[in-house]
T-cell receptor, first 114, second 112 residues
């Protein structure tokens, strides 16, 4: 069955430090992969997506993610975290005939220390 | 910037009551979705809607649930007879031809 695993429930990093949020998926075919961010009281905002082509994708707010088929991973990275990046981050895989049928991971909450 | 809007932001209802959650998708979008997130759990796909009919639905979307687009702008989710386990945050989303989903801020449903 298709699934998405985000092994880290909560991560705390210092402002200015680098960040990597892990995501592993289980899906038989080539997946569509997404990272969303949710700030408190807000909806889900798309950070970046991978459909095909270059396995390193750039997103908004300085985020990037790398698709590694051999590891079934799509980790999210940012070289220098800002206090405003504190939020919950969700990895998702698109399945089925519609790109809108997404399976989400449980999310990783990011806290940023000053 | 265009956005998906949802009402109400929070609804409290008694078990067995009918609830309608409303969404106004982005105006030129053609695909519409409902997701839900039970507290502490994953965001789960409920249903997708295109060309005035359901295109996909999950196992969660049973006969108690229905969706419609009554007037060309609103997209509603109806729960006929709410159960305690329907308590969750419900997210509406819409997408155009790029496939990117734009989510609303969610409607929190509390069933007592």
């Amino acid at each position: 069955a298709q699934s998405v695993t985000q092994p880290d429930i909560h991560i705390t990093v210092s402002e200015g430090a680098s960040l990597e949020l892990r995501c592993n998926y289980s899906y038989g075919a080539t997946p569509y992969l997404f990272w969303y961010v949710q700030s408190p009281g807000q909806g889900l905002q798309l950070l970046l997506k991978y459909f095909s082509g270059d396995t390193l994708v750039q997103g908004i707010k300085g985020f990037e993610a790398e698709f590694k088929r051999s590891q079934s991973s799509f980790n999210l990275r940012k070289p220098s975290v800002h206090w405003s990046d504190a939020a919950e981050y969700f990895c998702a895989v698109g399945i089925g005939g519609s790109q809108g049928n997404l399976i989400f991971g449980k999310g990783t909450k990011l806290s940023v220390k000053p | 910037e265009p956005e998906v809007t949802q009402t109400p932001s929070h609804q409290v209802t008694q078990m067995g009551q009918e609830v309608i959650l409303r969404c106004v998708p982005i105006s030129n979008h053609l695909y519409f979705y409902w997701y839900r997130q039970i507290l502490g759990q994953k965001v789960e796909f409920l249903v997708s809607f295109y060309n005035n009919e359901i295109s996909e639905k999950s196992e969660i979307f049973d006969d108690q649930f229905s969706v419609e687009r009554p007037d060309g702008s609103n997209f509603t989710l109806k729960i006929r007879s709410t159960k305690l386990e329907d308590s969750a945050m419900y997210f509406c989303a819409s997408s155009g031809y790029t496939g990117e989903l734009f989510f609303g801020e969610g409607s929190r449903l509390t069933v007592l």
